[in-house]
Structure formats: structure tokens, C-alpha cells
């Protein structure tokens, strides 16, 4: 089994990691930060605004099961790329939308596809297309949050459960067994 790894922004890392983690050929969903200057964020850090780093999370897949740009099409799905610097009402740099490439490859796949997708949205995409750089984990608390909060949080079901209902009616087939 081969190995990839992606690393998205797209709002809150919660609703990327929900919806990840439901698809067959992702092995591996981390959230953490990337994008800034700061070493070793914490959360609070990056929700001040000011070190520059995204939340994001960073998936490990296999392209045998799963293609870059399958999943770039999940990204652009669930989430708003015509919102600069939001989703929602998550607001700040930190909730931006971007895509950090490993690759140069992975470069020209998101901008293909971006520009493929570009007519099916009524706004223009500003979703940002960067090289990846350093990744710092999220604390523990925010690992597999949606799965270990759920409905116990308001946000998860007013903000993450329709990610994941839009994921599972689009994207039904690439859906693990039982997500």
C-alpha cells in the first residue's frame, strides 16, 4: 500500500476532519496548523489571528484508492472557497481557504481543478494554492472531535452535520463501509 499526504484549509479543522475521515483510501486525518511564521501554535495562538497559520488538516492516503484530485473535489464540495478569510461564522485568516501542496504535481492538480470548478460556483474562488511548509499538531482535545462530541456541541450539528449529510449524498460511493 502506497502513501500521499494532502494537507487542506477550508475553515475549521473539525469539519475537514469529519469529512475525511468518512472516505475510503484516506488512512490518516490529522488537524494541526500550517501557513504562518510562528513555531509550535498553540491553539489560542492561532485564533488570535496573528501568527499567519491556518487550522488544516493533513491527510495521509493511498492514490490507489483515492486520487489528489478526488479529494480536492470533496474539498471544493464541502466547504465555501468564495469566502476570503471565513467560513461561516468563522472569521479570520486562520479559517481561510487553502490548499499546501507537497508536490509539484499536487500543484498543478489543484490548479486544474480549481479552474475546472471555478464555473460552478457564483463567486469567485479565493482559495490560496501554496507550498506546504511546516506542520504543527493540534492539541489532543481537538483530535477526532466530531466523532467524540458530536451532538453534544451545537456547532458539530449546525455546522459539521450538514458537511458530512453532503458528503454522504455527493459522495456515497467513496465512502468507507459504515460512514
Not at 470548478?117 to 472531535?145: C, M, N, Q
Request: proline letters at 5%; a negative charge.
Amino acid at each position: 500500500m502506497s502513501s500521499e499526504i494532502a494537507t487542506l484549509a477550508g475553515g475549521c479543522f473539525w469539519c475537514l476532519e469529519a469529512v475525511y475521515v468518512r472516505l475510503a483510501g484516506i488512512q490518516s486525518v490529522e488537524s494541526g496548523y500550517m501557513g504562518g511564521k510562528a513555531a509550535n501554535p498553540t491553539y489560542e495562538d492561532v485564533c488570535r489571528g496573528d501568527t499567519g497559520h491556518a487550522e488544516v488538516v493533513r491527510l495521509t492516503f493511498d492514490p490507489d484508492e483515492i486520487t489528489y484530485a478526488e479529494i480536492l473535489e470533496v474539498f471544493f464540495a464541502t466547504h465555501d472557497p468564495t469566502t476570503l478569510n471565513r467560513q461561516g461564522n468563522d472569521v479570520g485568516t486562520q479559517y481561510r481557504s487553502a490548499i499546501f501542496f507537497h508536490s509539484p504535481e499536487q500543484e498543478r492538480i489543484a490548479r486544474e481543478t480549481m479552474e475546472r470548478l471555478r464555473s460552478t460556483f457564483s463567486s469567485p474562488i479565493v482559495t490560496e494554492i501554496v507550498p506546504a511548509g511546516s506542520f504543527y499538531k493540534a492539541e489532543e482535545y481537538h483530535r477526532d472531535y466530531y466523532d467524540r462530541v458530536g451532538a453534544r456541541n451545537p456547532y458539530c450539528t449546525f455546522v459539521i452535520d450538514p458537511k458530512v449529510a453532503k458528503l454522504r449524498q455527493k459522495f456515497a460511493k467513496r465512502l468507507k463501509p459504515g460512514a
